[in-house]
């Protein structure tokens, strides 16, 4: 018979593979679970190929890779076919690389976090040229989760569990969390038992939902998203802390794109709203429209940045 205690451990244990495994983390879950170097050809309905380069699109995986695909690709079709153009749809990993993608010119538009986008905008050189509206609002926050029939009430109650963070770069997922800490004179190393980084908010609230971690934090618009649309695991979490509001992250445009290009492309979001089809694709995304982006909306989490970050960016 199996002793009681090494049956924990090896049950603790096989949880914490299975995490893994949801969660994109270590080298085997990388042949697994989605093959991030290869991007995927959004080619206009019954068109050959157009003879000029496709138009290069990233989403962060703020979202797991299915999930992304299937909530973008009618947006990125839309826009193709309003540019005249092919499109090639490109994932990675990490919100890093997609960084790297745009400082490389690799790529030419991105939907990435907040974060990056504060942190990265003039290392990288990269233009936020429209950002969503949801529900009336420019804003989003970071929502703290733990599950429904936890006794967790505070993030205090956290001390010595398990934490799952997103991505090392997420603003919701990451620095919130660490800002708050940091105000308790508290590090996520040594504050929490034991920390796992997920590579998208939905297998974060997954991994609380199903007690494979104590806590987490995640963007409160994915919460609320499917919360509404599918709220399997959302219902077996509770919110314990809101992070005040941030902008909604943006859409950006590498430096090696054309001014004109970028012109058009704000032109055919910023109109998507008021044409039938556009707006039942936003409707999908529970996006209301897309607007101008104002750098003040970012102030806060510019701020918030430099002082975890001791003042690099």
Known sequence: MIPQRLLKQITRAALWAILVGIGGCGSDSDRVVVDFTKTVPMARPGERA???????????????????FDLYRQLLAYLGRGLDKDLEFVQRKTYAEIDELLKKGEIDLAF????????????????????????????????????????????????????????????TGRLVPTYWLSAMQAQPETFFSRVVYTYSHDNSILAVARNLV?????????????QQRNPT?????????????????????????????????????????????????????????????????????????????????
């Not at 989403?59 to 992304?68: C, D, L, R, Y």
């Open 112 to 171: 990435i976090c907040s974060g990056p986008y504060v942190a990265g905008k003039e290392k990288f050189g990269f233009e936020s040229i429209a950002v969503p509206e949801i529900h009336g609002s420019h804003f989003y926050q970071s929502y703290l989760i733990v599950n429904k029939d936890s006794p967790y009430r505070r993030l205090e109650d956290l001390r010595g569990h398990t934490f799952a963070f997103t991505d090392p770069d997420s603003n």
């Open 50 to 68: 157009s003879p000029t380069p496709p138009l290069r699109v990233a989403v962060a995986a703020m979202i797991s890779p299915k999930e992304t």
């Open 233 to 313: 695991f959302t219902s077996k979490t509770r919110i314990i802390k809101k992070s005040e509001p941030f902008g909604i992250p943006p859409l950006v445009a590498s430096k090696t794109l054309s001014v004109e290009s970028k012109e058009r492309i704000q032109q055919i979001l910023f109109s998507m709203h008021q044409d039938p089809e556009g707006k039942k694709i936003l409707a999908e995304l529970m996006i209301d429209r897309f607007t101008a982006p104002r750098e003040e909306w970012y102030g806060n989490l510019r701020q918030m940045y430099r002082q975890v970050a001791g003042g690099k960016s």
């Open 214 to 226: 104590d806590g987490a934090t995640v963007d409160s618009l994915i919460w609320e998203f499917y």
